[in-house]
């Protein structure tokens, strides 16, 4: 077993742990908790993809930013704890189901699909590129544009539907 | 000669020179000198706290015309290690009702991403943890963790006033993270690197004389991230009667208390590297590579006293004064300044390459007319005000 | 290249079908819009596993601009999400997705 393969063990199993922490928590904020720790993980798989730009935005934005904003909803709608308060509702069993369904399906065409992989280092100057890429006409310009503006509209929406009357 | 010139890499070199004679394999040399390096990291991190409590009460003390502590040795320079004996033999309360997971997970996790940075800070030429080719970006994404982990401890104490502190950190930290975000993005136009070493390296004039307006609003936002005076409504005692930190005694309150100076510390550093110049000193690098973790130090040092002198000086502001400061005061002021660098940095590209003390004297005439600008426009406001009827009371009074 | 491509592609699909229970068992409009955020995250790194192993020898980034463009449509949609969130909670006072149901059939 090669150090990165166990590392990628590892940080899958703290993905996971995470994520199945999220969707089995009763207490809603262990749960956030569980989130911010699965988006750690995902972080740690994209330094392993040689990818740490995209590491380094995935921590700032998910755990600085969207965990935030999550953390607040649950406080800001906190309810009295009803006696028959249950996490989940009664088709559980059904999403249970699916869910594992979804996965074994997946699983085995993943596994038998010959994909065209290569042997290629990345260069060194990614993030040049990247950012060249972002503002060049010819290539992602207009992807970047209409995703700033919909910065903006999802920003005065949010700002516009959780105001005060 | 040479040897004592670059002792610190020349240190590395023979040590691990030493570990392959004794026939370990390339990777267990590696391993053990990285292991060794991260130790050596965080023991300067924690070094921070015990350096920093005893100057700070000093250099305040002074400042206020008063001795400070002075019976721990002579002049009270070891007080960390009373404080630290202090906090130990306190009793660890938790409270009956409080969350016990997160409220024993949130002194855990609190001086975990201030001791992250220390990674990615240049203490010389080529004495730095990891040269992250994203190095600025690094640093910012970790200060996201530290919000959390304050959300963690006010949420998990179950306490009114700790969970109203919850809510003016994330106001606070979040508001003035834009700011620096900006002042970090006009330093990277101008060192075309995001990685820390080369912009130490890009430095031929340090930055705060290129650009004084970004290192002041840096300064600011980085004290009001670290929870410093006039900006520390988060734990003052008149505020929030210690906010996130109320229901914690003994070891647990001094994680936070760890995490608070090791977070100066670091952000000490951020400036120096960014600002002031990082470990150049007019040359002194290129003569002698073995003082640079001196000049660094020294910097920091430097910085950390001006924080003191704010913190000695100026009384606490209101809250909803500080937020509106950061929003609409130090993001428009620091997108001007991007701008204004953005403009500096790209226009001349079609010409040959222009000087980089030209570029530099550029952008700081155009700074000084932001900042004569900005005093107009302060001053035109400032005279609206006192048209207010509360305040021509308070003039009558006077005069 | 010493961690498989199928690897990372049956990681993704665990941390998708995971948040797909989370998204259609849970009661909290909030746990749900956490099962969508872990399934944009499990897209996230099956982008990035494909950018790396097929898409670098042709020298092209689209995958990394990919995986940009949906953290920011994430950011985004939890944003709007939330306030929907809060929304009804101030009106309806209940944040049961199992309440909100009038105008079921």
Partial sequence: MVVTQVIFIILSAVALIGALGVVLSRNLFHAAIFLVLSFVGVAGFYVLLEAEFLAMIQILVYVGAISILIIFAIMLSRRLMSPDFRASNEQWLWALVAAVALFAILVIVLIQVDWPVAQAEVPSDTLVELGKALVDPGQYLLVFEVASVLLLVALVGAVIVARER | MDFILNFWVELGAWAQDVLFGWGLPVWAVNLISDFVGVLILLVIGVMAVLIFTPMERKVIARMQDRPGPNRVWPYGLLQALADAIKMLTKEDITPRHADRALHMLAPLIVAIPALLVYAVLPWGPNIIGKDLNVGVLYIVAIGAFHVIALIIAGWGSKNKYSLLSAFRVVNQLLAYEIPMVFCILSVILFSKTMSTQGIVEAQTIPYFVVMPVAGMIFLICAMAEANRSPVDLLEADSEMVAGYMIEYSGMKFAMFFIAEYVNMFAAAIIISTLFLGGYKFFGLENLAPVLTPVIVFCKAAFVIFCMLWFRATFPRVRFDHLIGFAWKFLVPLAMVNLLLSALVVKIPVENARVEPWVQGAVMLVGNLIVIVVTGFILNRSARGLEDAPALKRIVAVER | ?105
């Fill in chain 3, 1 to 105: 290249m010493q961690v498989p491509l199928s690897w990372y592609l049956i990681v993704a699909a665990a941390l998708f079908c995971i948040g797909l229970y989370g998204a259609l068992s849970r009661r909290n409009a909030i746990a749900i819009l956490m099962g969508v955020e872990l399934m944009l995250n499990s897209v996230n790194i099956n982008l990035l596993a494909f950018w790396r192993h097929v898409e670098i020898v042709r020298g092209m980034l689209s995958g990394q601009v990919f995986a940009i463009i949906v953290i920011t449509v994430a950011a985004a949609e939890a944003a709007v999400g939330l306030a929907l969130v809060i929304a009804v909670y101030r009106t309806r006072k209940t944040v049961d997705v199992e309440d909100v149901d009038l105008m079921k059939l």
